[in-house]
């Protein structure tokens, strides 16, 4: 069954994939997408008041960037800590 599955159009398979993860759904995933709903009016609720904390796409890619740096220079660090252990 999977061979000829996979050999279906992209298209087809991408629906029977939708339709499979659908499948699984449960009632607890239910109410996690009212909650999502009440977590996005709220946000955007906040934003049309104008007391949302807000970025342009060029601060969020320094943001990430940011994080990218902080990370990977804790990554190093944590590194070195564990070759300076194993030589002692």
Known sequence: MLAAI???PAEERARLALELI???????EADASDAW?????RRGAEVDAGIAA?????EYRAHVRQRRAARASMNLRIHR????????
């Open 6 to 8: 996979l050999r279906l």
């Open 22 to 28: 659908r499948s699984l759904d449960t009632e607890a």
């Open 37 to 41: 709903d009440a977590e996005i009016a």
């Open 54 to 58: 807000t970025m342009t796409v060029d």
């Open 81 to 88: 800590l564990a070759v300076a252990e194993n030589r002692s």
